[in-house]
Every structure is written in C-alpha cells, then in structure tokens.
C-alpha cells in the first residue's frame, strides 16, 4: 500500500466530514467549492504554516512532530482510533519499516483452545487481518463452519463480503460490513506491506462492489464491545452482546465472546442451538417436512438432531415427533 496516498486521502476525508462552524470558526459567505473544512483552515486551527499542512497531507512527513500531529488531530476531531491511526500512516516504526518479508504464521495457545471448548456461549479467536483463527462449536453453528473452509478463507472479512449467507445472517449487514472493513483499514496502517493483506484487499475489491465504496471512506475501528443482531436460518432471530479481549502473548489476537440476555428468548434459541451441537458431530440442519408441529402456521425451518425433538425456529417451539 502506498503510504503517501493512505495519509492524504485519511486526511482529506477527516476534513471533509467537519464544518467550519462545527470546528469552531466564523461562518464565511459564499459557495465553498470543497466539502467540510480547507487545507488552509486546518492549518489555522492546527497553528501551523499552510504549506507546511499541505505537504504533510501529500505525505511528506518526514521529521514532523508528536506536538504537531496532535494539532491536526485535535484540528480534525479525531477519536482515538483515529489519532493511532494518524500516527501509524506518518510514523512508521523502524522495525516496521525494516520488514518486508511475510509474518510469521499466529499460533492459538493449547490453553487458549481449552478455554473455548469450555465456554457455553459462542467465542471466536480472531486475528491479524480479522483471520478466524479458532472458534468453538457453538461459534460454528452460529457463523459458518469455518474449519472446513480452506485456511486462506477462514476470514471474518471474507464471509462477510464475498458469503451470500452472511447478508441473510446479519440484521445490519451494511453496519457489520462497514465495521469489519474499518477494522482492516486500522490494521493496514500497522502492517501496509504484508503481502496477505494486499491479497486480501485485492479479491474484496474484486468481487465487492460495497467493499469498494466503504474502502474508499478511509473509516477506522477498534471494537471492544457491541451488539449482534442476526437472523439464524434454524432458531431464528437473535440479539447477541460481544465483548473483545485481548490475548496475552500476541497483541493482535483477540477472544471474541458473545452472550445473550439471560432468560431471553435469544438465549433460549442459543440453548436449542447448542443442545444440537453437543450431541451431534454434525451441524444441525433443517427438513423439508411440511408438518407443522404445536400448530406452528409456518412451514418451517425445522431442525432434527436430540433423539427425534425438532425445534421450528419461526415460531420457537419444540416438540417430539
């Protein structure tokens, strides 16, 4: 990735969100020929030089100071998200910018994997790139099974965008897929040259007509907590919080762990899920029986696998037949 293009268009695209009243300054009169702020009014409200802002947005940042960076920051409304990212596009570190060759493969812990399996609720590991690295069964069922996909293709990013299954799996599929990307753009201003990461970006931009409009919004992310609001094709609608945790020993993996409200009927259509998962070493799966069970209305999904207990997931009930 060209580091020069990723510093002027972040900035660019930070100015042209904010106003000049909402950046502080008398409205002027008049048609303003860009969106959001001037070049020459975030050097007033950074106080520095206008050409010294332009060459720092052509990046040209060789030699520019914390205290400077932190004006444009502050010029710019930056989150601080945002800020480390500015930071990371005009600072590059010297070992970031000695390497060159590929990293090394991420490796789960043994212990890590144990605390998965041990978990009742659905948790990922995910990595470098939003690569699933391990996830437990329950996770699998929820998601897709990402162990019997390729190992190139157990990627959050991947499914998200190239994966039919997720725009039916996810309520705010358009907000899930601004976020995944945001992620992305955060970690490409860590690593602009690895080379997986080019890859990646190349076959999104490929086959992703969203992909390559949410790209070019230049967005950044880092998720710690959230809600998942998503539609199951065997139990139903649910809404799921998550809580991001960082893994000691590797910086850039995270245990994702999502849970629902207790007692909710989230939780119990979670319950119905994972009491399929446990007793069958396959994912569960729906029928094609047009019986209605309960006198549910609906022709289904139905979902078989406890002993002959099915379970439609539109209306969420269960019973033995």
């Known amino acids: 990735m060209d580091r020069s293009s990723e510093i002027r268009e972040f900035l660019r695209t930070r100015r042209a969100r904010i106003t000049p009243e909402q950046a502080g300054l008398a409205p002027h009169g008049g048609a ?3 969106p959001g702020l001037r070049r020459e009014e975030v050097a007033q409200l950074a106080g520095v030089s206008v050409d010294y802002y332009v060459r720092l947005e052509r990046g040209r940042t060789k030699g520019v100071s914390e205290t400077v960076l932190d004006a444009v920051a502050r010029a710019l409304h930056l989150d601080e998200t945002e800020r480390a ?28 994997y144990r605390t998965l399996d041990s978990l ?19 996770a699998h069922a929820l998601y897709t099974d990402f162990e019997a ?29 601004g976020d995944c990307l945001a992620l992305l753009r955060l970690y490409a201003g860590r690593h602009p040259d690895d080379p997986q990461l080019t890859e990646l970006i190349g076959e ?4 992703s007509d969203t992909f390559r409009r949410l790209w070019a919004d230049h967005d950044v992310i880092a998720h710690t907590s959230g809600t998942k609001r998503l539609h199951h094709p065997l139990v139903g609608d649910l809404t799921l919080d998550y809580v991001v945790l ?18 909710s009927p989230s939780a119990e259509a979670l319950d119905i899920l994972a009491s399929w998962t446990s007793t069958s070493t396959t994912r569960p799966h729906t029928s094609g029986q047009t019986r209605n069970p309960v006198g549910c209305t609906q022709q289904g999904p139905w979902i078989y696998g406890m002993g002959r207990r099915c379970w439609c997931g539109h209306c969420r009930t269960s019973c033995m037949v």
């Open 32 to 34: 303003r020929r860009v």
């Open 85 to 112: 990212h500015l930071f990371d596009l005009t600072q590059p570190t010297p070992a970031r910018t000695r390497r060159k060759r590929p990293l090394a493969p991420q490796r789960v812990h043994p212990v890590l």
């Open 120 to 138: 009742s609720v659905p948790a990922v590991v995910q990595g470098r790139r939003t690569d699933v690295l391990a996830a437990n069964k329950l």
């Open 149 to 177: 996909r390729p190992r190139h293709e157990r990627n959050f990013a991947r499914f998200v965008f190239l994966d039919e299954a997720a725009r039916t799996l996810y309520a705010d599929w358009e907000q899930v897929a």
């Open 204 to 207: 999104l931009s490929l086959h």
């Open 246 to 263: 960082a893994v000691e020993g590797d910086p850039e993996q995270t245990l994702v762990i999502y849970t629902p409200e207790p007692a």
